[in-house]
């Protein structure tokens, strides 16, 4: 008896383990009567934006979304992955990480990179869904393809089509496509700056006379700083929505232009933007005065401070604008004596 009892007892296990393994495990959704088939949709790049010069690495310059749309399978009772990808090869990294997406992959324009993503995170994005019965599964789903800036930006076009495809399935035994997204469309990337030549003003011949003590000034002189040849200004952030109908709606950000005036000599007083003369070298140099530099309004332009330039940038290539500073005489010391008074500063521009 002994001898047949044990062959017995391990057939039973067996037996056990085997139902305990069927119950565990998750089976395979399927597609209901009224969708038979995964759910696909198209989001539409379009237009053009301006990638500024000094637009910081990392920048996100623009985003594509195809909005919320809903997925149905019937999915039996089990434990599923819930699970959105890419369905095709996103292509190389860039080397460049995003703090919340993760990798970003290199586009076909120099210096632009790109991620999709749902939610606030990066490809894949998977959650758990458990079903103690067989259920029919209603699951609603949107995808966001972004762009950023990961160097230096050479102009060029995106095609939508060489992007990734994004899918959302549900994984159990294997997995079922619930929805496929692709992008069609092109985005034109522009990057390019003004041309800003010297400004040489002339602040006149005065005489020492006209300077009455500290704080006496000669007349404002108008400086017209300007820039030339401008790009097209686009929009610095641009988003595509795409609705389910296929409508798309546009959100733009606008460029700007920021600018900051540096002396090249000693700055006098900072609060209201005096600097020194240059030394005249063999020639003698005017004494007890400084050059004051000012905006329109004859506001104080804050050596070393950058400023918003308030310029209404356009859409028409090849623009030009102009940035309206002053600039005069002003005694600083008790004595002044003359010569000859020039003085010297940068304008910087700052490309966003």
């Known amino acids: ?177 619930a929805y496929l997204g692709r992008f069609i469309g092109a985005l034109n990337i522009v990057a390019k700056t003004c041309t800003t030549p010297d400004v040489d003003v002339d602040l006149g011949e005065h005489l020492v006379s006209e300077l009455s003590g500290p704080g006496t000034a000669t007349k404002w002189v108008d400086v017209p700083v300007r820039l030339q040849n401008c790009p097209a200004f686009f929009g610095a952030f641009r988003r595509d929505l795409t609705n389910d109908s296929g409508f798309t709606t546009t959100d733009t950000t606008a460029n700007q232009i920021q600018y900051r005036v540096d002396a090249t000599t000693t700055v006098i007083d900072a609060s209201r933007s005096i600097m020194a003369l240059k030394d005249a070298g063999a020639v003698t140099s005017a004494k007890g005065m400084g050059i004051q530099v000012a905006q329109a309004a004859n506001e104080s332009i804050g050596f070393g401070t950058t400023r918003a330039s308030g310029l209404a940038l356009t859409a028409a290539d090849g623009g030009n604008y102009t940035v309206p500073l002053r600039a005069r005489y002003v005694q600083t010391d008790p004595v002044v004596s003359g010569g000859k008074a020039d003085g010297q500063a940068t304008v910087t521009f700052v490309y966003q």
């Open 1 to 177: 008896m002994s001898y047949f009892a044990h062959p017995w007892r391990c057939t039973i296990a067996g037996l056990l383990l085997a139902t305990a393994s069927i119950s565990a495990r998750a089976a395979n959704c399927n597609y209901p009567d009224e969708m038979p088939a995964a759910r696909e949709s198209v989001s539409q790049l379009g237009g053009a934006i301006t990638v500024g010069r000094d637009v910081p690495i990392g920048t996100r310059i623009y985003t594509a979304t195809f909005n919320s749309t809903l997925v149905r399978l019937n999915c039996p009772a089990g434990s599923y992955t819930v699970s959105r990808k890419y369905a095709t090869s996103p292509g190389t990294p860039s080397g460049y990480t995003h703090p919340t997406l993760g990798t970003i992959y290199r586009t076909s324009v120099s210096g632009i990179g790109y991620a999709a993503w749902y939610g606030s995170s990066g490809l894949p994005a998977n959650s758990s869904q458990t079903f103690p019965i067989t259920t029919d599964f209603g699951l609603t789903t949107a995808f966001d393809v972004s762009f950023f800036k990961i160097g230096d930006v050479a102009p060029g076009t995106i095609q939508g089509s060489d992007l990734a495809q994004v899918e959302l399935v549900m994984i159990g035994d294997s997995s079922v496509r």
